[in-house]
């Protein structure tokens, strides 16, 4: 028999039932002080070790007289081995348990060689974000193709950390691969700063979303908005009139069988009031007219809208750009900036959804139509405002471009990167293709349930600490990390970290320092849908 003397020794087993083993605890050399909930602990095979997250502590007959004879029990959670290189093995550390434990095998405190060993991710390519709850000197690593292979998922309440967790993911993924090709959607503009010049800033003010990139059911969404319905035939005249007009621009050429109303092919608002114009001067009457007469003058109201100029702006003769905006957003080539921060603070929120579904769109249809050559990584900031779980809720096509992407994606070269606060107001569909997910601080009980269905791999004792989880802490669980840990991220410094989201209410009330003439500035900014 093995001399067992040198490790921490803790126990023995008493009782095994399949990945579950409990472990009688040692009276006298053992306090319990030592261990934690959802800490590793080694069990000792003649062969090698086996390793199990602790999952419960408890004394089955607890005594008020004598504490020190009681029966102390220890449950744990089996998660893989580690096979000696006499026995045949290599000594790495392997998902899974080929040989159960046996009754009377010791059980052992892990060292900082074992959490090294099973938390490591040497083989494979890995950002950094934090260092391991139970040992702050083995780094809380994430495996780069495994993550994005098969998409994932940050969620937690506000202000727990997921947006900083989010800034080391990406900055890690950044200086490991300064080819990518990473779009993160930002509604608040959070992550202006967080990545320098290695990013692609857009917004409404420097880049041009042309109207043309939409297909028909998204150019409805912005010309009628949310009484579409009510405009059943101008709705169908406007069919007609789009695929004309992209007919006109492409020269209308008999072979062009391809093109159809939904085909990203640019078309000119003029030819559309052209084409108005024509049709009603040929009908009989205004009430055969009054559909045209709606598509008309819908479309001269988003021009003249300055919150809409992004899109319809008239002062910039019409072209192809589809290639130039394709490669500007998708980062093709990177040219030093292999990351497209989008800033949606200032779309309007009629539109906000028509825009995500069509970069999800775009984003998808590149993948496939490129080959899958140029791998790409959409992040969605606030997930559940554009694929919420409620029918209904929201527009329907930006849920189902990321959908598609979440279920097909990976097949394509595209990955997806989805952050929400609120876990149960995302699509479950959504949330269950992300294959690994860091979990922060989350009370709401609604949204702990979703959780542990995604968590299903997690030991209970990890699920049940989420409530208690402090600011930066998370639980990392999937195919992206090689068990499921307890970690806390690293900190970012001030100018790396995103904008707060929330206002200083005490530190501003506490002085008067508004300044002549600040209300007009302010007035003069909401009129005329400018910011500083």
Same mark, same amino acid.
């Given at each position: 028999?093995?001399?067992?003397?040198?490790?921490?020794?803790?126990?023995?087993?008493?009782s095994?039932?399949?990945?579950?083993v409990?472990?009688?605890?040692?009276?006298?050399?053992f306090?319990?002080?030592?261990?934690?909930?959802?800490?590793?602990?080694?069990?000792m095979?003649?062969?090698?070790?086996v390793?199990?997250?602790?999952?419960?502590?408890s004394?089955?007959?607890?005594?008020?007289?004598?504490?020190?004879?009681?029966m102390?029990?220890?449950?744990?959670?089996?998660?893989?081995?580690s096979?000696d290189?006499?026995?045949g093995?290599?000594?790495?550390?392997?998902?899974?348990?080929?040989t159960?434990?046996m009754?009377?095998?010791v059980?052992?405190?892990?060292?900082?060689?074992?959490?090294?060993?099973?938390?490591?991710?040497?083989?494979?390519?890995s950002?950094?974000?934090?260092?391991?709850?139970?040992?702050?000197?083995?780094?809380?690593?994430?495996?780069?193709?495994?993550?994005l292979?098969?998409?994932?998922?940050?969620?937690?309440?506000?202000?727990s950390?997921k947006?900083?967790?989010?800034?080391?993911?990406?900055?890690?993924?950044l200086e490991?691969?300064?080819?990518?090709?990473i779009?993160?959607?930002?509604?608040h503009?959070?992550?202006?700063?967080?990545f320098?010049?290695?990013?692609?800033?857009?917004?409404?003010?420097?880049?041009?979303?042309?109207?043309?990139?939409l297909?028909f059911?998204?150019?409805?969404?912005?010309?009628?908005?949310?009484?579409?319905?009510?405009?059943?035939a101008?709705?169908?005249?406007?069919?007609?009139?789009?695929?004309?007009?992209?007919?006109?621009? #492409?020269?209308?050429? !008999?072979? $062009?069988?391809?093109l159809?109303?939904?085909t *990203?092919v640019?078309? &000119? %608002?003029g030819? +559309?009031?052209?084409?108005?114009?024509?049709?009603?001067?040929?009908?009989?009457?205004?009430?055969?007219?009054?559909?045209?007469?709606?598509?008309?003058a819908?479309?001269?109201?988003?021009?003249?809208?300055?919150?809409?100029?992004?899109?319809?702006?008239?002062?910039?003769?019409?072209?192809?750009?589809?290639?130039?905006?394709?490669?500007?957003i998708?980062?093709?080539?990177?040219?030093?900036?292999?990351?497209?921060?989008?800033?949606?603070?200032?779309?309007?929120?009629?539109?906000?959804?028509?825009?995500?579904?069509?970069?999800?769109?775009?984003?998808?249809d590149?993948?496939?139509?490129?080959?899958?050559?140029?791998p790409?990584?959409?992040?969605?900031?606030? #997930?559940h405002?554009? !694929?919420p $779980?409620?029918?209904?809720?929201g527009?329907? *096509?930006?849920?189902r &471009? %990321?959908?598609r +992407?979440?279920?097909?994606?990976?097949?394509?070269?595209?990955?997806?990167?989805?952050?929400?606060?609120?876990?149960?107001?995302?699509?479950?569909?959504?949330?269950?293709?992300?294959s690994?997910?860091?979990?922060?601080?989350?009370?709401?009980?609604?949204?702990?349930?979703i959780?542990?269905?995604?968590?299903?791999?997690?030991s209970?004792?990890?699920?049940t600490?989420?409530?208690?989880?402090?600011?930066?802490?998370?639980?990392?669980?999937?195919?992206?990390?090689?068990?499921?840990?307890?970690?806390?991220?690293s900190s970012?410094?001030?100018?790396?970290?995103?904008?707060?989201?929330?206002a200083?209410?005490?530190?501003?009330?506490?002085?008067?320092?508004?300044?002549?003439?600040?209300?007009d500035?302010?007035?003069?900014h909401?009129r005329?849908?400018?910011?500083?």
């Open positions: 028999m093995k001399d067992y003397s040198v490790y921490s020794r803790i126990g023995r087993v008493v095994i039932n399949g990945a579950k409990v472990v009688l605890l040692d009276k006298l050399t306090d319990g002080n030592d261990m934690q909930i959802g800490g590793l602990l080694k069990l095979r003649p062969n090698g070790r390793y199990g997250l602790l999952e419960a502590l004394i089955p007959l607890p005594r008020d007289d004598d504490m020190d004879s009681e102390r029990v220890a449950e744990i959670g089996l998660i893989g081995e096979v290189v006499e026995a093995g290599d000594g790495r550390f392997y998902r899974g348990v080929s159960l434990p009754l009377n095998d059980v052992v405190l892990a060292d900082h060689s074992d959490t090294s060993l099973v938390y490591a991710q040497p083989y494979a390519q950002v950094t974000v934090g260092s391991l709850h139970q040992d702050p000197r083995v780094p809380a690593c994430l495996s780069v193709d495994d993550m292979g098969k998409h994932f998922a940050v969620v937690g309440t506000t202000g950390g947006s900083c967790a989010l800034v080391l993911i990406l900055k890690g993924i490991r691969n300064p080819n990518a090709h779009v993160l959607l930002d509604p503009g959070e992550y202006g700063r967080p320098g010049d290695q990013a692609e800033h857009l917004n409404v003010r420097t880049f041009r979303f042309p109207y043309w990139l297909n059911e998204e150019l409805v969404e912005v010309v009628f908005g949310e009484k579409k319905g009510e405009h059943a101008a709705v169908a005249v406007l069919r007609d009139l789009v695929l004309t007009a992209k007919l006109s621009f #492409a020269g209308n050429p !008999a072979d $062009q069988t391809w159809t109303v939904d *990203p640019p078309y &000119a %608002l030819e +559309i009031n052209r084409l108005i114009e024509d049709a009603t001067g040929k009908l009989d009457n205004r009430t055969n007219s009054g559909p045209y007469l709606q598509i008309k819908r479309l001269a109201a988003l021009q003249a809208d300055r919150r809409f100029a992004f899109m319809f702006s008239t002062g910039v003769a019409l072209r192809d750009e589809l290639s130039a905006i394709l490669g500007r998708f980062r093709v080539p990177a040219n030093g900036r292999p990351i497209t921060v989008l800033d949606l603070a200032g779309v309007p929120s009629e539109v906000l959804n028509v825009i995500v579904a069509v970069i999800g769109r775009m984003a998808f590149f993948g496939l139509w490129s080959g899958h050559t140029v790409l990584l959409l992040v969605c900031e606030e #997930a405002r554009y !694929a $779980q409620a029918e209904g809720v527009f329907d *096509p930006a849920k &471009a %990321l959908a +992407i979440a279920r097909e994606g990976r097949k394509y070269g595209v990955s997806l990167g989805v952050l929400s606060q609120r876990p149960s107001d995302l699509d479950a569909s959504l949330l269950s293709q992300c690994t997910l860091l979990a922060f601080r989350m009370t709401n009980e609604k949204d702990q349930e959780i542990q269905a995604t968590m299903s791999e997690a209970t004792a990890l699920f600490s989420l409530p208690l989880l402090g600011n930066g802490e998370a639980i990392a669980v999937g195919e992206g990390v090689s068990v499921p840990m307890r970690l806390r991220i970012l410094p001030e100018l790396e970290r995103p904008r707060s989201s929330s200083s209410f005490s530190s501003r009330w506490q002085k008067d320092d508004v300044r002549p003439g600040f209300m500035k302010i007035v003069a909401w005329g849908q400018k910011a500083d």
